[in-house]
């Protein structure tokens, strides 16, 4: 299989909000739980555990059509930080994404040849507009500054959710019997207020399901992934990364990360 070329850089993501939300919210997000094998050695250790992997999707994933479904590469398209009609929506869609990616990582999860990975649930959570200091900048102009106040407390005293309340639907989806494979629970479901919700109809039926299958190897191909199977390896979370791109995303958490020399 051969891999796709992505023009992602450091560079790329300092100068480009939309190939930011791209890389984190989509490439990291597949990264960090396909090089997570702790997830499955916690589901052999006996027959009374059972690990959960919960995704941060959004309500405005319902906000896109996604368009680049409709070129002949998805990744190639969110990577061109030059397709204004690509990029327009971009946050929308990586979180759409994150819907299709988990509903995939479900199926694949389930229809694995070692039972370990069938004790795996995966969910994607919604956790509403929450009012929190994510996002703001020390370095920012005053007079911006002062206007991002100004609007954060106008949006977080009439619109959103404090932390804590934020915090209720993943917890929920994290630890709650019921949305445990283990007591019934479908995998792949997507939660928002601690309950079931409707997904964009684009993730709905065989044609969502086709969408995000097809998402599913065109992202392997991206992070160039070689999925290795074996007597104690996970044909589909145990994988190796070869390419440049996982240092370059690595080096780039390394740099947005704020005042790490302070910790």
């Known amino acids: 299989m051969q891999a796709i070329q992505l023009t992602l850089s450091i560079q790329v993501i300092e100068l480009t909000t939309s190939v930011y939300w791209f890389a984190t919210n989509h490439l990291g997000t597949v990264l960090l739980t396909l090089l997570l094998p702790v997830i499955r050695m916690t589901a052999s250790l006996n027959d009374f555990t059972y690990p ?38 971009r946050y929308q869609v990586t979180k759409l994404m994150n819907v299709l990616f988990t509903r995939s990582l479900a ?25 929190s ?10 007079l911006q500054r002062i206007g991002s106040t100004i609007v954060h407390g106008i949006v977080g005293g009439i619109l959103a959710r404090n932390i804590v309340e934020g915090l209720n639907t993943t917890v929920y989806a994290a630890v709650a019997p019921e949305c445990g494979i283990e007591n019934g629970a479908q995998t792949g479901q997507y939660y928002s207020s601690c309950r079931a919700a409707k997904v964009n109809p684009i ?30 390896m996970n044909p589909i979370a145990f994988a190796r990364p070869r390419s440049r791109l996982f240092n370059t995303l690595s080096s780039w958490l390394y740099l947005v990360l704020p005042d790490r020399g302070k910790e």
């Open 52 to 89: 959960r992997i919960i995704t941060f999707a959004s309500e405005v994933h319902h906000w896109t059509q996604f368009s680049e479904k409709d070129t002949p590469s998805i990744i190639k398209t969110m990577d061109d930080a030059t397709n204004i009609a690509s990029i327009k929506d």
């Open 107 to 131: 199926r694949h999860l389930q229809e694995s040849r070692h039972p370990e990975d069938r004790k795996i649930t995966v969910q994607v959570i919604n956790p509403g507009l929450v009012s």
């Open 133 to 142: 200091k994510l996002g703001k900048k020390k370095d920012e102009p005053l």
């Open 203 to 232: 993730v709905e039926g065989e044609a969502g399901m086709e969408l995000a299958e097809r998402l599913w190897h065109e992202t392997i191909q991206a992070i160039e992934m070689k999925i290795e199977e074996g007597p104690s």
